[in-house]
């Protein structure tokens, strides 16, 4: 499911990375490393920088000041096509609420993410149905989004998330809209993929869901990193 980084460890930098919003500071001099394979979750409060500095990796927002560099593409150096064309190829995202596309099957959900990096129809397809194995909902793959459960849309869109073999998947809130087992399913899922080398890094207000897929927890307030922690996980 992963593409092979070759010699290039570090997946992820931000080095002084600051971000304002009018007269709101959403980042202070925020300075991160996330080395390919690593689970880092990212936790604090609500308004304390966590999901703006989702946005920056993700491509989705500039920095005030500062550099973000991912899979060693300097992003301050992209134009918005080129900040574009990044996102598809090198950013896997999930997001709390799925954002799935309700009048596409499940599967057309899925291969719509390929064929806008211009893979043609039958490639992407195919890539999808192998995905929908692998995750275990190959049975739903002509099910239209408001007939899944959402444990069953989340891997739909963890399935969206892996088509172009991102270097980094993102995840803010992957937990967030689920009942406990769906939860811990997703959780399961996010743990698998780590093991077999996908690098992540999730938002979460879920100490559980840190525990169990993070190796390495960053603590945000204020818009700044208060610590950082290292974990076993839990099994």
Not at 30 to 47: W, Y
Not at 175 to 195: F, I, S, W
Not at 221 to 229: K, L, S
């Amino acid at each position: 499911m992963t593409e092979d980084l070759g010699n290039e460890q570090t997946v992820v930098r931000l080095t002084d990375v600051r971000k304002e919003y009018g007269e709101s500071v959403a980042l202070d001099g925020v300075s991160l490393e996330i080395n390919a394979g690593e689970a880092v979750a990212v936790m604090g409060p609500s308004g304390s920088g966590k999901s703006t500095l989702l946005s920056m990796v993700a491509g989705l927002d500039r920095p005030t000041s500062g550099a973000v560099v991912v899979h060693g593409d300097d992003l301050g150096s992209l134009n918005e096509k080129g900040l574009a064309l990044f996102r598809r190829r090198r950013i896997g995202m999930i997001f709390q609420f799925f954002n799935l596309l309700d009048d596409l099957s499940a599967l057309d959900n899925v291969a719509l993410a390929a064929q806008l990096t211009g893979t043609s129809a039958p490639h992407a397809r195919k890539r999808a149905l192998e995905l929908f194995e692998e995750l275990g909902i190959g049975d739903r793959r002509n099910t239209y989004p408001a007939q899944l459960s959402g444990g069953e849309r989340q891997r739909v869109a963890v399935a969206r998330a892996l088509m172009n073999r991102p270097a980094i998947l993102l995840a803010d809130e992957p937990t967030g809209a689920l009942d406990t087992r769906a939860g811990e399913q997703v959780m399961d899922l996010l743990l698998d993929l780590n093991q077999i080398g996908q690098t992540l890094l999730l938002v979460t207000h879920d100490q559980q869901l840190a525990t169990r897929c993070a190796s390495r927890v960053i603590d945000f307030v204020d818009g700044q990193i208060a610590g950082e922690r290292s974990l076993e996980r839990t099994s």
